[in-house]
């Protein structure tokens, strides 16, 4: 009719998700005791940059809609280190695509991009946790060019994204950051002109008058 039953406790360990995110929260605090995430260790943008480097995956329409933001908004030279953005390999490559637009020869080489973003679309937390790698965050921190990190949704965080230089809610606006808009340009250059404008007639009338 019925039953009982009995369970003794001696002791509790997180699994699954619950461990991911003890593992990720004793490796922030060990980042940030380093210093890692310091806005004062972060590099600038250049303003108008002539190249951009991509590292995300040739598949899906995350590299489409950078590259069709860019080519919208100034025309830049684009490459594309193409990496997995998920499982066992992903760290690997992200590291090597780093380290390789970070190679002095690729000046001569006329490769060396200004600018890197490192992006990729939404998933799970599992998916995205290549992005929460030791030696990924410490890579993104050893680079000498800019990096915005641009992973996953906006509500999603990464470690990356504390350490790059800047972080993007979106991949289409990691390509909004790095490329200067042409409208904009056209608009600072019109009104650039025509108070140039102004101001020179002023000065033409000022000595007219003495003059007369």
Request: proline share 5%; net charge neutral; charged share 25%.
């Amino acid at each position: 009719g019925q039953s009982k039953y009995q369970i003794i406790v001696e002791g509790i360990q997180a699994a699954g998700v619950g461990a991911l995110l003890t593992m990720l929260k004793k490796r922030k605090e060990k980042l940030q005791i380093e210093g890692l995430f310091n806005n004062d260790r972060k590099l600038l943008l250049p303003s108008f940059p002539d190249s951009i480097g991509i590292i995300t995956s040739m598949s899906g329409v995350v590299i489409e809609d950078i590259l069709t933001r860019i080519r919208a908004r100034f025309p830049l030279k684009i490459i594309i280190f193409p990496v997995s953005v998920q499982g066992e390999n992903c760290v690997t490559e992200v590291i090597e695509a780093i380290e390789f637009f970070n190679l002095d020869k690729l000046q001569k080489k006329n490769l060396k991009p200004e600018i890197i973003i490192i992006a990729r679309g939404g998933g799970s937390f599992e998916d995205l946790w290549p992005f929460n790698d030791e030696k990924l965050v410490r890579s993104v921190a050893a680079s000498k060019l800019p990096i915005i990190s641009a992973i996953g949704h906006e509500t999603d965080v990464t470690l990356i994204d504390l350490v790059s230089d800047l972080r993007a809610p979106t991949p289409s606006a990691a390509a909004e950051l790095a490329s200067p808009s042409t409208d904009k340009i056209l608009s600072k250059l019109i009104e650039s002109s025509r108070r140039l404008s102004d101001g020179l007639k002023n000065k033409i009338l000022l000595y007219s008058q003495r003059l007369d």
